[in-house]
């Protein structure tokens, strides 16, 4: 009754309440679109986040010295079948330039003071697959070095790469290639699981084995680009 003493009728009453209702889900209807697209935008960005390899490849190619007889077919191989030419100089796989061993024993260097009065070994170079941080990729700025989808191996993306060559800077065992005809980066990623380079190597000096981490076991060759400068390494600082 008090709402007809006070001269507004029942119905007017319950047109306020729904109007005052409508309001209420009105604001709360913007403000849940508000969030929903502030979550869409950083979800956005998300996505265009750098992608930093965490997950080991499957295996490794591993060479054994006292096998090998400097034939260098192997660079053949690789060349032939990637690249569809005979170049050993952008061949994935390195032959005779690395290691030797001499009356200071094992180290890294170029030359033809290598080897001197040793055994005068053939070394084949094969890249490492790094574990994560894994510094080629890290130092790509258009995230052209990925995971294999087959065996995790660290691939390069060509549609990506654009030739800026900081990836043969960052590693450290100088294992990335690069093909100035196609003016790209190359890198071993195992042929799928199957390197063609073992399977052309007649002393069976070549082998693909379940993947080990040698990072630290193989002396580098040359300085680095520092990781630490990288936008992307930020992502990293919390573990390394």
């Known amino acids: 009754m008090d709402c007809f003493h006070s001269g507004v009728s029942m119905d ?29 935008a950083w979800a956005g960005i998300a996505d265009s986040s750098a992608v930093i390899i965490l997950e080991n490849a499957d295996g490794l190619l591993v060479a054994d010295t006292t096998r ?15 690249e569809g030419r005979s ?20 180290r890294a260097g170029t030359g033809s003071s ?24 890290t130092a790509c700025p258009h995230d052209a070095i990925v995971a294999d989808t087959q065996t995790k191996a660290r691939v390069v993306d060509r549609d990506k790469c654009t030739g800026c060559k900081l990836c043969l800077r960052a590693c450290p065992w100088e294992m990335i290639v690069f093909d100035a005809a196609a003016d790209k980066a190359t890198k071993c990623f195992l042929c799928g699981g199957k390197p063609e380079c073992a ?11 379940p993947w080990r981490d040698l990072t630290r076991a193989t002396p580098v060759r040359q300085a680095t680009l520092s990781l630490s400068k990288d936008l992307k390494s930020a992502g990293c600082t919390a573990c390394h």
């Open 12 to 40: 007017d009453s319950i047109k306020s309440s729904m109007g005052s209702s409508r309001r209420e889900f009105l604001k709360y209807s913007l403000g849940t679109t508000a969030t929903l697209s502030a979550v869409a």
């Open 68 to 82: 090998c007889v400097g034939c260098r077919r192997c660079e053949l191989a690789c060349s032939e079948y990637h």
């Open 87 to 106: 170049q050993p100089a952008i061949a994935r796989i390195k032959v005779a330039r690395n290691l030797n061993f001499g009356p200071r024993g094992q």
């Open 114 to 137: 290598m080897g001197e009065f040793g055994n005068l070994r053939i070394v084949q170079d094969t890249c490492l697959q790094c574990p994560h941080p894994v510094p080629c990729a």
């Open 199 to 209: 399977a052309a190597c007649p002393a069976l000096a070549l082998r693909y084995v």
